[in-house]
């Protein structure tokens, strides 16, 4: 076995990959991977530990997975050192869950829906992506092709990534577009990545730096349905925004992608075409919250222009949120003081900050929630960081923190900057 892969790295590829052409045992699914792992936390062990472990006894009583099943999989050491061989000579490496250069986006944006293992081609670095994602359906029309066109290289131009899925149609274009025009692309894959890996002009866009190609599945994997939907989301995952050029209603991978991402808690900005003839789909995205792709007339302000689109549609979602919050909080006797475990747990909302600083109270006590909490949200600016990131640190919800980040905003003890939008303690203060 290749000695550049952790064993972590070894376990997992046992586990999760396929491995020749045997088809006696089947890998995990990633629901019972992720089974595996929450039982590895719980008894403080990391998947390398498996590969020593004589007895998988406790281990299939723990996740429900048979320990016929377990042992068979981990007892693959032959065909995993074929395996990584025929791999590496093909230009392929492949990294896991556990190893530091995976992607962060996709642990923090799918969480446990991100892939357990990844293979690739091309400059790792590029997978701490950012970037615009350009999807759309295999048959397009003239303009829409133009259009892919004109966006590719309107990113190459301003040095933004462009994401695709390798797919004939709008995928194809723009990721060629984007590479003749001298910028990165990368390529999430859903089949046969080895075969795409090593035609002439993707070889020579690998050696360049210019070209990541990534996938999910087998590095030969034929081309399925369900691994081409699967794949959408890493797709969104590690851009920064997306963009659909054409997109059928309600069917279709480009749609059932755009959706899925819209319904996410955390979302990229997903812009659509909305100029020339764009299908019934494009006009529906726009109803469940995508934004229109803006016309941008001058070179080079792309980037200006996506951000503060951006900003502008969080921004709105902010305060919608906040006045939601306002309305949706029902005081109880003023019995109420701080937030219980039992609230947590039924997502009671807090009421919101005043917005202009209290007198002491006479006691030691502070005088409200939001007195309360106050030494604790500015023990925690420091450095500049976003509400979403700040809500997770504090185990609240965004709207109640919005709240109560404006009022601290307001008395100017803490500061709001933009591009992106971020907090930041006032010095001094």
């Not at 061989?85 to 996709?106: A, F, V």
Request: glycine share 8%; aromatic share 6%.
């Amino acid at each position: 076995m290749d000695h550049f892969l952790t064993d972590d790295t070894k376990a997992i590829i046992l586990l999760c990959a396929v491995l020749g052409k045997d088809k006696s045992v089947a890998p995990l699914k990633l629901t019972e991977y992720n089974t595996l792992v929450q039982w590895l936390r719980n008894t403080n062990m990391r998947p390398a530990a498996l590969l020593s472990l004589m007895d998988l006894r406790e281990v299939a009583a723990g996740t429900g997975i048979k320990q016929e099943r377990l042992s068979a999989l981990l007892d693959r050491g032959v065909q995993l050192g074929f395996a990584i061989e025929e791999w590496q000579r093909n230009g392929l490496w492949i990294i896991s869950r556990s190893d530091q250069d995976y992607p962060t986006r996709y642990k923090s944006h799918l969480k446990e829906k991100a892939p357990p293992l990844l293979f690739g081609a091309g400059d790792k670095n590029l997978l701490q992506g950012g970037g615009v994602a350009i999807v759309g359906s295999r048959n397009i029309d003239i303009e829409g092709e133009d259009f892919t066109r004109h966006a590719a290289e309107e990113c190459a131009f301003c040095k933004i990534p462009v994401v695709s899925g390798g797919a004939r149609g709008v995928d194809q274009i723009a990721m060629s577009s984007a590479l003749e025009a001298g910028g990165k692309t990368i390529g999430v894959l859903a089949d046969n990545l080895l075969k795409a890996s090593i035609e002439r002009h993707a070889r020579y866009a690998i050696a360049e730096g210019q070209l990541l190609l990534i996938s999910p599945y087998h590095p030969q994997a034929r081309f399925a349905v369900g691994s081409a939907m699967g794949r959408n989301k890493l797709i969104y995952a590690i851009a920064d925004y997306g963009l659909v050029v054409s997109a059928d209603h309600k069917k279709g991978g480009t749609w059932a992608g755009a959706e899925e991402e819209l319904k996410r808690q955390r979302s990229i900005t997903i812009f659509v075409r909305t100029t020339g003839n764009v299908p019934l789909g494009n006009k529906k995205l726009l109803e469940l919250g995508a934004m229109e792709w803006p016309a941008v007339t001058v070179q080079g302000v792309l980037p200006e222009t996506l951000a503060e689109v951006t900003e502008n549609r969080v921004e709105k979602e902010e305060t919608s949120q906040e006045n939601l919050d306002l309305f949706s909080y029902q005081p109880q006797d003023n019995k109420q003081d701080s937030e219980s475990t039992d609230d947590k747990k039924e997502g009671v909302t807090l009421p919101a900050p005043p917005l202009t600083e209290e007198k002491p109270a006479e006691s030691d006590q502070p005088s409200s929630i939001y007195a309360a909490i106050l030494p604790v949200l500015l023990g925690h600016l420091s450095s500049p960081v976003t509400a979403d990131d700040l809500a997770e640190r504090l185990d609240v919800a965004k709207g109640q923190l919005n709240a109560w980040l404006k009022g601290a905003v307001e008395e100017g003890k803490v500061k709001k900057l933009k591009n992106p939008v971020r907090y930041s303690i006032i010095d001094g203060k």
